[in-house]
């Protein structure tokens, strides 16, 4: 896959001005990446250049825009150090909640053509499963790696809403992961197998934020089958 630029684009959502870039021809079809919970910085950029360099136009919107300018957090001080954990993710909560990126996904799809495949990473896990529920008139393909958050004790857990995905669905989690437990991935299965959805759900030998190339688990062997399950995904669905 051949390195892309990117153009910023700003786009207007229900509450606010949301940056984001694009990546690719826009004749090209559409994919939607969402950003893991760490922010937007070089190793989510690295992710959507590969996605567009096999063929695709890809959106990278910044989910965190409501905190106004910010610099992502160093990642390894974020996976070892609790207190730079939790200030970060406090602000997090805030200026991302499931609603407004659901909000913000309307107008993130606005921009796309045709029908779309998403992809996310840790809580864009969570959101790439959500858009395929939410919008499954545009939505023909997500896939989720490293997903949290996808099995809650709430009425409005995500996985709740399987019945209404019509996209094909690919989960990539891992063995090391405290935000998506096997438990969790038996009910998320049984979800699925339930609502007749097309769906892969595939264990990883890896650590929660294996696919980004900036965290201190970051597994080169598992990220080069991420990228090949995601290829196969959108190839599939898309073209």
Known sequence: ??????APLAIETQDGSCPAYVYGNSGHPSVLVYIDGIGMRPAMHAIAERIAGAG????????FYRRGAYTAPEPKALFSDPEVRSAWFAKARQ??????????TRAFLDTLSGP???????????????????YPDRVVAAAAYHP???????????????????AKLYIGRATDDGSFTDEQAQQVDQALTAAHVD?????????????PDDTPVHDTAATARHDATLLALFNDALR
């Open 1 to 6: 896959m051949s390195a892309m630029t990117s």
């Open 56 to 63: 695709y136009h890809v959106l990278l919107p910044d989910l």
């Open 95 to 104: 200026a991302v909640t499931p609603d407004g990126a659901m909000r913000d």
């Open 116 to 134: 779309v495949g998403v992809v996310g990473y840790c809580m864009g896990g969570r959101m790439a499963f959500v858009c395929a529920a939410t």
């Open 148 to 166: 949290g958050g996808l099995v809650s004790d709430g009425d409005d857990s995500p996985h709740l809403l399987a019945p209404k995905i019509k």
């Open 199 to 211: 769906y892969t759900l595939e264990l990883y030998p890896a650590k929660h934020g294996w696919v």
